[in-house]
Nanobody
């Protein structure tokens, strides 16, 4: 019902910055939660950040000081600004959308690769 397309991934040196974007389309609800997850090679997918339609944010403790999530409700886009990147940030980053009324209704993008070199 909701389609998500990520963009902005690539190769960056340690200490550098990168911005990821996600465009949502389809049967979007005004109060949908949106966020980002990532998955490193050999690891389980982990939570990165999420934001409500009203702008309330929540981050993984290890990323709050370096990552910033934002959204443009009019354009149905979500952005993840990443700074001071580390090699351990390497992985596939996925955009996520979730119904506010039922958190089990979740949608995922196909992911975008982020590689941080030493």
């Amino acid at each position: 019902q909701v389609q998500l397309v990520e963009s902005g991934g690539g190769l960056v040196q340690a200490g550098g910055s990168l911005t990821l974007s996600c465009a949502a389309s389809g049967r979007i609800l005004s109060n949908d939660l949106m966020g980002w997850y990532r998955q490193a090679p050999g690891k389980e997918r982990e939570f990165v950040a999420r934001i409500t339609s009203g702008g309330t944010t929540r981050y993984s403790d290890s990323m709050e000081d370096r990552f910033t999530i934002s959204r443009n409700n009019a354009k149905n886009t979500v952005t993840l600004q990443m700074s001071n990147l580390k090699p351990e940030d390497t992985g596939v980053y996925y955009c996520n959308s979730r119904r506010f009324a039922d958190r089990s209704i979740t949608f995922w993008g196909q992911g975008t690769q982020v590689t941080v070199s030493s």
